[in-house]
């Protein structure tokens, strides 16, 4: 019997898997991109709410939010009884599902003078 030769059969192996790869990458930078993007806004509504406890006023509240996650945010503040509650939202741009929309919010108690 006569062996056939298996010569560039590994070549095609890695073309058939190499866009499995590619697109298992693009998920792995994608869910990291939307983690540290939704930890950066947390911190920013979280700063913001502290703010608007302490007695600043929203304009004051929303420039730290902006310093903590950057000028592509949207912040709404607002007073709910006793607290003070922050909203900021993001989006993330994904490679291949396009644009995420995160948010987060924070409230904090407003300090009794």
């Known amino acids: 019997m006569a ?3 298996e010569t560039g059969s590994s070549t095609a192996e890695v073309a058939v898997l190499l866009p499995a790869v590619a697109i298992l990458l693009a998920v792995v930078a994608g869910a990291g991109a939307v983690g540290g993007e939704q930890v950066r806004i947390q911190q ?40 003070g509650h922050v909203v900021v939202r993001s989006g993330v741009h994904l490679p291949l ?16 003078q």
Do not use: N, P
């Not at 599902?97 to 009794?112: H, I, K, N, P």
């Open 3 to 5: 062996r056939q030769s």
């Open 44 to 83: 920013a509504a979280s700063a913001a709410a502290r703010e608007l406890a302490r007695g600043s006023d929203s304009g004051t509240a929303t420039g730290t939010a902006h310093r903590i996650a950057g000028g592509q945010i949207s912040v709404s503040c607002g007073q709910a009884g006793e607290y």
């Open 97 to 112: 599902l396009g644009e995420v929309e995160l948010r987060a919010e924070a409230s904090a108690r407003t300090e009794q």
